[in-house]
């Protein structure tokens, strides 16, 4: 079974500095998934960023990027020029492009920016 | 123009009551999911439904029964409700047909707080 962990409870980071978030899964899967969506205050859950486990190349998404090992099995996300609206709680996420679609989520990493 | 909604937002109720929360999607998506994300912002899948036909069904209590009347709505109705079931209850919805090798990106609705006292 897939299993995926973020190993920082919390962080916090500068308003204008950068922060990496961890994630690493366990997985036999060759071909997959992951996400990073975020959870503000609102509660309502946003996609961040994905990546294809088949693409060498990390996503990104304007101030947002992952640095994808897959030989590591590692996800992690860097989030440049930390802004007060990325205050959130962070989820990675795991998918198996096969059977039944479903995310497995790792336990968040709440972050917080400071002014 | 909200993409997936869900009604209602909060739920106050009493430990026994019987509950349903309504999830509606306008994407023309063909897959829906319930997750649950406990007091500790665990989030675990529930349910999915693929075009109104249960796909997981995950060690849930029977007392949590889905129903898809069509591909845009995905209800859950809870029975004798427990202090245990508070959470926030969210539905999402996606693209994908079950086709081996697409592409999912689940897009999450606001969620639903419930709270059994």
């Known amino acids: 079974a897939q299993t995926v962990t973020q190993s920082q409870p919390e962080m916090s980071v500068q308003e204008a500095e950068t922060v990496t978030l961890s994630c690493t899964y366990d997985t036999s899967e060759s071909n997959y998934y992951l996400f990073w969506y975020k959870q503000p205050p609102s509660r309502q859950m946003i996609l961040v960023i994905r990546q294809e486990a088949y693409k060498q190349q990390n996503a990104t998404e304007n101030r947002f990027s992952v640095n994808f090992q897959k030989a590591a099995k590692s996800f992690s996300l860097k989030i440049s020029d930390s802004q007060l609206g990325d205050t959130a709680m962070y989820f990675c996420?795991?998918?198996?492009?096969?059977?039944?679609?479903?995310?497995?989520f790792g336990t968040g990493t709440r972050l917080k920016v400071l002014a | 123009d909200t993409a997936v909604s869900q009604t209602p937002k909060y739920l106050v109720t009493q430990m026994g009551n019987d509950k349903s929360i309504k999830c509606e999607q306008n994407l023309g998506h063909d897959t829906m999911y319930w997750y649950k994300q406990d007091s500790k912002k665990f989030l675990k899948i529930m349910f999915s439904?693929?075009?109104?036909?249960?796909?997981i069904n995950e060690t849930v209590p029977n007392r949590f029964s889905p129903k898809s009347p069509d591909k845009a709505h995905l209800n859950l109705h809870i029975n004798s409700l427990e202090l245990g079931d508070s959470a926030v209850y969210f539905c999402a919805s996606s693209s994908g047909s079950g086709t081996s090798g697409a592409f999912e990106t689940q897009y999450f609705g606001p969620g639903t707080r419930l709270l059994v006292l």
């Open positions: 996420a795991f998918m198996k492009p096969s059977g039944t679609y479903k995310y497995i």
């Open positions: 439904y693929n075009n109104k036909e249960l796909i």
